[in-house]
């Protein structure tokens, strides 16, 4: 590797990195496995790094991320981070959110805990879709690289999560 | 009555993902369907809950350092020594200095390193607009408010377009100075991505077909009609920023048959 390589690296991947730890933890579900799922998706990233062109329509962002999803799905079936596999668990929850934005903390003890607690109860394969559509904002051809199925299996999967959600919200809002 | 397949339809064109001729029939649809347009104003509401409540998270300090400091280690180890690459570019400057080698000239290299102090311009001015309080002189969802905006303050008038059947609503306008002269700037939205659209008249020269360029994370999208030249940037993923730009050339060539 090339000082000059790993400087590309610097610029081309690392602006992503707040879209990666978002990911990370939203599977893994906690802050601490997260950042080790993103330090290790990193060094494999900057492995591959020289296969990765930029060409059109691939962006950097689809790349790392995808990167990102392996490495929480290795992760999990190594068995080290048991969040990913285990029920939600309120208390390790809440510990877990400290390291977000201060008023992103705040909305969300404003808020009612229904929708993200839905959220966290999805099966991991829907989760992802909804956090890399609607919280970054990937289109569906990107989803299916970054996930690895065919976009119909993305558009399928963001139907039944997102009608699994409305359905949290419209309890949380009940009567 | 339920309509299975308007659902994922439905799906697809709240998300920009439907193609124009499906968007049209769905929208007929949605127009004389009580069922769907609850579902989709059920989605809208779910899109507006998570927005709001479900937080982006920004990667603490001390690993964004972590990763930083992993990568300089890597580079520092010793491995083979290897032709790389640097992206698109690098066979680009290749091939352009072979041609100046062979032309004997230096226009085609002065030429290139214009095009690229241009798309680092337009990169810092969209940089630039994203600061808070520079995005617009002109804060209008209305073509027909924004496009006279412009009158007096530049010797063209810039093409507006609605595009916000599509996803793309306007914004506004502003004034920008670009390769040198007053340019327009129109700001597009798609979500809570900004696109700006910088464009000035081309003097006539040939019309291209639009390239693209890559950097800290933004997309430069260029190209030039029979009268104007045009540069996007924006975060938003290649794929849609090619669709908006399509959309803009198609807009451009209905408008520019005789009136």
Known sequence: MEARESARFEAVVLPHLDAAYTLARYLTRNGPDAEDVVQEACLRALKYFEGFRGEEGQSARAWLLAIVRNTAYTWRRRGRAEALATEFDEAQHSGAIEDEHPDAALARSAAKEALGRALDELPAEFREVIVLRELQDLSYKEISDVAGVPVGTVMSRLSRARARLEQALREEEGP | ?259
């Open chain 2, 1 to 259: 009555m339920s309509h299975p397949s308007f659902e994922t339809q439905l799906d697809a064109y709240l998300d920009g993902e439907l193609a124009v001729v499906d968007a049209r029939e769905l929208e007929a649809h949605l127009a004389q369907c009580a069922e769907c347009e609850r579902f989709r104003d059920g989605r809208l509401a779910l899109r507006a809950a998570l927005t709001a409540r479900v937080p982006v998270f920004q990667a603490p300090d001390a690993l964004r350092q972590r990763v930083r400091a992993a990568v300089r280690a890597a580079a520092r180890a010793p491995t083979p020594p290897r032709f790389t690459v640097r992206g698109v570019w690098r066979p680009l400057a290749l091939a352009a200095s072979l041609a100046v080698v062979a032309l004997g000239s230096w226009r085609l290299a002065l030429e290139r390193a214009a095009g690229e102090t241009l798309a680092d311009d337009v990169l810092a001015s969209h940089i630039r607009s994203l600061m808070p309080g520079h995005l617009m002189d002109v804060a209008s969802t209305d073509q027909h408010t924004v496009k006279p905006w412009f009158n007096g303050r530049l010797d063209f008038s810039p093409p507006v377009y609605d595009l916000s059947a599509r996803g793309y609503p306007l914004l506004g306008g502003r004034l920008d100075y670009v390769d040198g002269r007053a340019v327009a700037a129109l700001a597009y939205g798609r979500r809570h991505h900004r696109i700006n659209v910088f464009l000035w008249p081309s003097g006539r020269g040939p019309a291209a077909a639009p390239a693209t360029r890559t950097q800290q994370g933004y997309h430069v999208l260029h190209w030039t009609t029979a009268d104007y030249t045009y540069w996007v940037a924006s975060d938003l993923g290649l794929p849609e920023l090619g669709d908006f730009a399509g959309l803009l050339r198609r807009a451009d060539s209905a408008a520019g048959a005789p009136n």
